[in-house]
């Protein structure tokens, strides 16, 4: 908060021209947790009208012109209160009373929650924040049944935080708004998620499926119609078909990537299922099929010796987006390494590096005339191309 108040004290820096979103957002914070929080007296380096170190009814000035950066501690003396310093500047009554409040000059000044229930401090803040009808607060009581992700983004959405077009343009964008799912309407987020042709089709999609009513549940706007949902214990259901309208959107944005209501409703109706199975949801699909977890396989693999007179050659490739590498060792039938090598190399993808490992290590074995060779790689993609099982990629050829 430092950044946006060099000249003026936090509690009194109000609304500029020219505002950065996350400036307002904190200062919307502050007003919000400043009533939960209070000073305990250290250093005292803490204005002393401004900042709240006290109960509020004990600051009581004698007048009315009252000096704003005076500091706790210029009202100390030594160890205790000043009693000259207190009745110059407070009324006798308030000047009694601070008196009375204890500090401790050997540690150092530490906000606290008024009221504490917890160990932690940020959790008290949001339980005294977030409670009651507030959304902030009920989107996180539906946690159990949306990923990090589905979570994240359901918190945007509620705080008009997702970049729709309506959105982009109050940022000062100039965009031509149109919907990428249905091409006929400008884009914001209640048409994109309920008003649109295409999501109006996905939800009647996922309607038919249901063993519920929704009649009386509004499918307009998230946040006005999310009382509704809570109230049938299925707040997380708009989030989730939210979810995967927005992903939809952006494959057809940004991706190119067609897709259809069907397919959205049948991704919607596959997390649903999963969220029964697994995680205790509600059962409101009519026809649920049973849903079994896949058994592990454990296939142990371990290296074997060659036999005379042959030599093992077992080559890796390593690939990221950054790097990639080879490398390759040469063993007898009696374990002993003959060679090793590696190099960094420049990559199309991972295959690309498992294939010029192997063919690394032929070369060197060619060029030291060990004739008689088993190679062993651990790509199942490179075994088939040697076997001539699957054609190769242009860049392997």
């Known amino acids: 908060m430092a950044k946006y108040c060099k000249y003026d004290h936090p509690g009194e820096?109000?609304?500029?021209?020219?505002?950065?979103?996350?400036?307002?957002?904190?200062?919307?914070?502050r007003e919000d947790i400043e009533k939960f929080l209070i000073w305990e007296l250290v250093h005292g380096e803490i204005n002393f009208w401004k900042d709240k170190w006290c109960p509020t009814d004990h600051l009581e000035p004698l007048q009315q012109d009252k000096e704003e950066d005076l500091l706790v501690k210029d009202c100390w003396s030594g160890n205790e209160w000043s009693e000259d310093a207190l009745n110059t500047i407070l009324k006798e009554s308030s000047a009694e009373r601070i008196s009375k409040i204890?500090?401790?000059?050997?540690?150092?000044?530490?906000?606290?929650?008024?009221?504490?229930?917890?160990?932690?401090l940020s959790k008290d803040i949001q339980n005294s924040i977030f409670r009651g009808d507030n959304c902030q607060c009920n989107i996180f009581t539906c946690k159990k049944f949306l990923t990090p992700s589905m979570l994240f983004f359901s918190w945007r959405v509620l705080n008009d935080l997702?970049?729709?077009?309506?959105?982009?343009?109050?940022?000062?964008?100039?965009?031509?708004?149109?919907?990428?799912?249905?091409?006929?309407n400008q884009e914001f987020s209640d048409h994109l998620f309920f008003s649109c042709?295409?999501?109006?089709?996905?939800?009647?999609?996922?309607?038919?499926?249901?063993?519920?009513?929704?009649?009386?549940?509004?499918?307009?706007?998230?946040?006005?119609?999310?009382?509704?949902?809570?109230?049938?214990n299925l707040m997380s259901l708009?989030?989730?078909?939210?979810?995967?309208?927005?992903?939809?959107?952006?494959?057809?944005?940004?991706?190119?990537?067609?897709?259809?209501?069907?397919?959205?409703?049948?991704?919607?109706?596959?997390?649903?299922?999963k969220l029964i199975s697994w995680k205790k949801f509600h059962k409101i699909l009519k026809n649920l099929p049973n849903i079994e977890l896949k058994q592990l396989k454990v296939i142990k693999v371990r290296w074997e010796k060659p036999p005379y007179p042959f030599i093992k050659?077992?080559?890796d490739g390593s690939f990221t987006n950054r790097k990639a590498g080879i490398g390759g060792i040469f063993r007898d039938h009696t374990s002993k390494v003959l060679l090793y090598f590696k190099a960094p190399y420049i990559a199309a993808d991972a295959l690309d590096t498992e294939a010029t490992a192997l063919y690394w290590a032929l070369n060197f074995s060619m060029e030291i005339q060990w004739n008689k060779i088993n190679a062993e790689v651990d790509s199942y993609l490179l075994v088939d191309l040697i076997t001539e099982n699957t054609l190769p990629p242009w860049h392997i050829i």
């Open 313 to 315: 050659i077992n080559t």
């Open 238 to 273: 708009p989030f989730s078909v939210a979810w995967f309208l927005w992903n939809a959107r952006n494959n057809v944005k940004y991706e190119d990537i067609g897709t259809n209501p069907n397919s959205v409703g049948s991704n919607c109706q596959a997390y649903l299922q």
């Open 197 to 232: 042709r295409f999501s109006r089709d996905v939800w009647k999609h996922l309607t038919s499926k249901f063993n519920l009513n929704l009649i009386n549940v509004g499918r307009g706007n998230i946040k006005e119609n999310l009382k509704d949902w809570q109230e049938i």
């Open 13 to 29: 820096v109000t609304k500029k021209v020219g505002d950065s979103r996350t400036c307002i957002q904190m200062r919307r914070g």
């Open 162 to 184: 997702i970049p729709t077009d309506d959105i982009l343009k109050l940022k000062g964008l100039k965009v031509i708004s149109r919907c990428h799912l249905c091409k006929n």
């Open 102 to 120: 204890h500090f401790d000059r050997n540690k150092k000044d530490q906000i606290h929650l008024i009221k504490r229930t917890s160990s932690s």
